[in-house]
């Protein structure tokens, strides 16, 4: 597409699941990707060579969103690499379930480094150095909302997410960069659907009125509507992408 020409999305946490197919979506949009991952380099490297087969442009890039170091070296290598950086996707988070009166340090610290610090680490750094113009989408989640039990350290750090959104859009008032949040709902990746029950996955996916899980390009869709021109003017917003659940 030629509204994206010369564009450049940084997508963490992007070697599968939804970043993944963030990283397909925005590359057939015509944008080249900065394909963020913490681990697992023969996924990320094998979703690179997908790209560039199906015509698109990517490199990958290694990096713990909660080392505010290895983020700045991600964008240092997008810099590098293409000149500049117009598009931060916050994709990567950790989700780990337990009620609040059993919940250890180490799982509190834990989504608290990646989840949130992690999400600030981009934000920070994409704030001193994205292009004008340029869009930022966070990643919330829709239990939010729902506030479903056991998921209370998970949603704190998404809350918190959420209210950064808001205000960086503020701040970044005059270089036309929006900021906005995805909140989607049940979704279909296989880190979700790992552990669970068949009967479990049944009634997470009745809990909307459409009666299905979302799949990772419904939340891709909704990412490249947020990265276009045609989302130019949603700006400080959080869109909770869940089929109606809440």
């Given at each position: 597409?030629?509204?994206h020409?010369?564009?450049?999305?940084?997508?963490?946490?992007?070697?599968r699941?939804?970043?993944?197919?963030?990283?397909?979506?925005?590359?057939?949009?015509?944008?080249?990707?900065?394909?963020?991952?913490?681990?697992?380099?023969?996924?990320?490297?094998a979703?690179?060579?997908?790209?560039?087969?199906?015509?698109?442009?990517?490199?990958?890039?290694?990096?713990?969103?909660?080392?505010?170091?290895?983020?700045?070296?991600?964008?240092?290598?997008?810099?590098?690499?293409?000149?500049?950086?117009?598009?931060?996707?916050?994709?990567?988070?950790?989700?780990?379930?337990?009620?609040?009166?059993?919940?250890?340090?180490?799982?509190?610290?834990?989504?608290?480094?990646?989840?949130?610090?992690?999400?600030?680490?981009?934000?920070?750094?994409?704030?001193?150095?994205?292009?004008?113009?340029?869009?930022?989408?966070?990643?919330?989640?829709?239990?939010?909302?729902?506030?479903?039990?056991?998921?209370?350290?998970?949603?704190?750090?998404?809350?918190?997410?959420?209210?950064?959104?808001?205000?960086?859009?503020?701040?970044?008032?005059?270089?036309?960069?929006?900021?906005?949040?995805?909140?989607?709902?049940?979704?279909?990746?296989?880190?979700?659907?790992?552990?669970?029950?068949?009967e479990?996955?049944?009634?997470?996916?009745?809990?909307?009125?459409?009666e299905?899980?979302?799949?990772?390009?419904?939340?891709?869709?909704?990412?490249?509507?947020?990265?276009?021109?045609?989302?130019?003017?949603?700006?400080?917003?959080?869109?909770?992408?869940?089929?109606?659940?809440?």
């Amino acid at each position: 597409m030629t509204e994206h020409a010369n564009k450049v999305a940084i997508v963490t946490g992007a070697s599968r699941g939804i970043g993944a197919a963030i990283a397909e979506r925005l590359a057939r949009d015509g944008l080249t990707v900065v394909v963020n991952y913490a681990g697992n380099a023969g996924a990320a490297e094998a979703l690179v060579r997908k790209i560039e087969a199906a015509g698109g442009h990517a490199i990958s890039a290694q990096a713990d969103v909660s080392d505010p170091a290895a983020v700045v070296r991600m964008f240092d290598s997008a810099e590098a690499a293409f000149g500049g950086v117009d598009v931060l996707v916050n994709n990567a988070g950790v989700m780990s379930l337990s009620p609040i009166g059993e919940s250890t340090d180490e799982l509190f610290d834990r989504q608290i480094a990646i989840n949130l610090k992690g999400t600030f680490n981009g934000l920070r750094e994409a704030a001193r150095r994205l292009r004008n113009y340029g869009r930022i989408v966070n990643f919330s989640t829709s239990v939010v909302g729902t506030k479903m039990e056991a998921y209370g350290v998970y949603a704190a750090t998404k809350a918190a997410v959420e209210t950064l959104t808001a205000i960086l859009s503020k701040e970044l008032r005059g270089r036309s960069i929006t900021v906005n949040a995805v909140a989607p709902g049940p979704t279909a990746t296989d880190l979700f659907l790992d552990g669970k029950s068949p009967e479990l996955v049944e009634r997470l996916a009745k809990m909307n009125p459409l009666e299905r899980l979302g799949t990772p390009e419904d939340i891709a869709n909704t990412v490249s509507f947020l990265v276009g021109p045609d989302g130019g003017w949603v700006n400080g917003q959080v869109l909770r992408v869940n089929g109606g659940m809440v």
